[in-house]
């Protein structure tokens, strides 16, 4: 069986002579949680809007569940379920209203749309809300309403858009774990620009930068090249020249960090930090700190990003 339920293919958009998106391929699977990483601008939003089907690409094919979604629009879009950044949520609606409106819109029979509803309540821990207006709820709660909207017809595909934006660090914790637990039955494709939040629940990453992919991976090989790199030192003596400390195996550069500490960068492979202890003894600098730094996604986004705060909004 094939497990790929989202396919996309050579995905362009055009918006006179701006490439939003410049030649996008990929596939999630069933399973996999697809973190979209980029920088503002960089073309997420149109990307999302046409795997939703709400815009026509220039070129490229995307396919849902198999189906591909230019030839039959219909039944490809009934594969997602989508939480865009703002949630079309009807504030003067209760809970059960909204969502068996909603289970009306995506067509579910009269018969089945009580069992939907409550399905998705269940799944996102709002058993005890149906009766609750969804102008009176959390800020975190109608976050949970918006998500049920999106899987109340149980689709293969669920894509999320900055789904934890304006939450408190408890509510963030919960819709995460929702998030996570979506990944299993579904492919989920979270757009986020917080990048612990994918390290959290994402199983691959894409990033893309002016519309084109720059980096494609998945987070365990992501999390193996995010291997140490340096080490963070303390001193009370600090040593007034550091050549000594340049001269060990493997050691690269140095940065003096102030207040007596300095960061000692590595090669991948080397390991200095027993040699710098033993130096620091030696030399009775009075050694404080010594910890192992790691290089984080962060590094790798602004590494692999443009440095001008993503293109003018009439950039070509
Ligand atoms: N309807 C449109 N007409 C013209 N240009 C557009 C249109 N929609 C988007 N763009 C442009 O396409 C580029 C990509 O925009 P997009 O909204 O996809 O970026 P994004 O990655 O979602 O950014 P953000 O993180 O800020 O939401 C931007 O330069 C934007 O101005």
């Known amino acids: 069986m ?32 697809l973190g979209f990483l980029g920088p503002n601008g960089a073309g997420k939003s149109t990307t999302m809007q046409m795997l939703t089907g709400n815009l026509a690409p220039t070129t490229g094919r995307i396919t849902l569940n198999g189906i591909d979604l230019l030839e039959c629009p219909r039944a490809a879009k009934a594969c997602v379920g989508y939480l865009p950044e703002q949630p079309p949520l009807y504030r003067e609606l209760t809970v059960d209203e909204y969502l068996a409106l909603c289970a009306r819109i995506n067509r579910i029979p009269r018969r089945e749309a009580r069992a939907a509803v409550g399905r998705a309540k269940s799944r996102c821990g709002l058993e005890s809300a149906g009766g609750r207006l969804i102008g009176n709820l959390s800020k975190g709660y109608q976050q949970r309403v918006g998500i049920a909207q999106a899987i109340i017809h149980t689709p293969p595909v669920v894509i999320l858009d900055e789904p934890t934006v304006g939450l408190d660090p408890i509510q963030i914790r919960e819709i995460r774990a929702l998030i996570a637990e979506l990944g299993r039955e579904h492919s989920v494709i979270l757009s986020t620009h917080i990048l612990p939040e994918v390290q959290t629940v994402c199983s691959r990453v894409l990033i893309i930068d002016r519309g084109r992919l720059v980096l494609s991976e998945s987070l365990e090989d992501l999390n193996r090249g ?7 030192v303390a001193f009370e003596q600090p040593p007034a020249d550091p050549a000594a400390i340049a001269a060990l195996p493997g050691v690269t550069t140095i940065q003096d960090l102030g207040d007596g500490r300095l960061r000692v960068c590595h090669g991948p492979d080397a390991e200095p930090a027993a040699a710098l202890a033993r130096l620091a003894v030696e030399r009775g600098w009075g050694l404080t700190e010594l910890s192992p730094e790691r290089r984080t996604l962060e590094q790798v986004f602004v590494e692999l990003v443009h440095q001008d705060g993503g293109r003018t909004e009439n950039a070509a």
Do not use: Q, Y
């Open 226 to 232: 995010l291997g140490e790199t340096g080490l963070r």
């Open 2 to 33: 094939d497990d790929t339920l989202i396919r996309v293919e050579h995905l362009s958009r055009h918006f006179g002579a701006l490439r939003a998106v410049d030649g996008v391929s990929f596939e999630v699977r069933r399973g996999e949680v």
